[in-house]
């Protein structure tokens, strides 16, 4: 069966996500093992209407962690994105339409929109908030959450979205300078004006949101775009110069607990061949916690920061990759740098699935939520999302899924269609229905989810007294032999002693009791 077939044969669209939220006390329908033994899976149409509660407009979007575990909570209960990124240039109000047209295919419950910081402050300390209000009305319409990114300081390592007024004024709002002497193209995370004028346009956003969106359909943040710097590990201006041979910040001493040097030191001193690439990282975490802390007082929605990655696996040199930005091995100095950030997000683009899974791995930890804002979704890509479900995740969302034509190759389909959405709007077909559940039971522990792997033709889970073994490529004949494409995927979670709740597709799940369970 083709996807597109298997797409077509699956039920009617479900009601879109409505507010207000969800309460959690729902019929929620569940498989007995005892019952299927061999189960061709696809749950679709579990749908939590009739389990809406009552809206509580007081109760704010919040991220909170137990046992290491993580949840987005929104109307008072879990919530998973599962989303979709539009493009850079799919927030000006003409674009619109081609992005919930993807979004509406899709049935994504969240679209990530760029704010404009050029388009937000045209002059200083002018605010044109038409443009985000347009987009937040639409999204109440399409009956779709938002996540906003702030394209302020950074975006993808550059400032090419600051205000024209600022870029006029380079001296002012300073980019930085590399190792050579030469300017680089990225801005300086040394600048008090620049930070100054973010902290300020920033604000008058949450500000604005704080009054024009009581209802919650903003439910995260991301502060700048994949902030760090290309082709220089770090700022060399007099500034930097002077700041790098002064005493390591005490709280980045502390985190550092028994490693931590029994003297004080500078960078060098204190972090060796490491000292720039450290330095950097802090400041730029420093900088971007700031503008983030003033933005919640003023509104405190969840907020987050994305990360371009280094190699998970063979990490190369800092002048590699975008140094500063949160990668893999900075997290720590991130963490205390800016604590304002609830999550520290990354962008993973990876095509070799043992570095997608490293990733996940790597991001999803008792102190940081894992969400993945940006991910290739086109053809087995897809199946990723529940890769991303078995390690927690709270949202799931890639990029560039809208119709205005424009190339994301080498990273996506050259132009999207239903064709190339299809594979993520079976996941989303799937999962929409039963996100709530899905969001909760992954927040209590009993979430398991898995994606297939070429060569691993089935994967065993342990649900104590059952095992669930999903298999793929099973044919009448026989088999597992795999798909021809990895592109299984299945959910499977606990719901009581002997009873599970099974999702997912191009696989078969099997229940076997280890002891105690009833056969
Ligand atoms: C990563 C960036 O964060 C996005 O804004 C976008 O530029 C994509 N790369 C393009 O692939």
Redesign the pocket.
Known sequence: MTRRDFLSALDARPPPFTMPGMNLENKNPFFRPSHLVALAILLSGLCAAGVRAQADDNLLPQLVTQDGRHALIVDGAPFLILGA?C??SSAWPAMLPKVWSAIDYLQANTLEI?VYWEQFEPEPDRFDTSVVDTIIQQAREHHVRLVL?WFGTW??GSSHYLPPWMKKQPDKYPRIIGKTGRRVDSPSPHAPATLAADIHAFSALMRHLKTADTQHTVIMVQVE??PGSWNTVRDFSPEAQKLINEPVPVELLKAMGTNAPAVDGNWSEVFGPNADEYFHAWSVAHYIGQVAAAGKAEYPLPMYV?A?LRDPLTPGPASTYESGGATDNVLWIWKVAAPAIDVLAP?I?EGDSAKYHKVLELYARPDNALFVP?TRGSGAAARMCFAALGQGTIGWSP??LDYTKYA?QP??ASRETEESLAPVALNYKILGPIMREVARLNFEGKLQAVAEEKGEAAQTLDFGNWQAVVSYGVTRNGGPKGNSEPIGRALIAKTGENEFLVTGVFCRVDFKAVSGGQQ
């Open positions: 990124q493009h850079n760029p990114l975006k993808n775009n994949e994305n371009s962008d683009y940006e990029f560039g994301s990273l996506g």
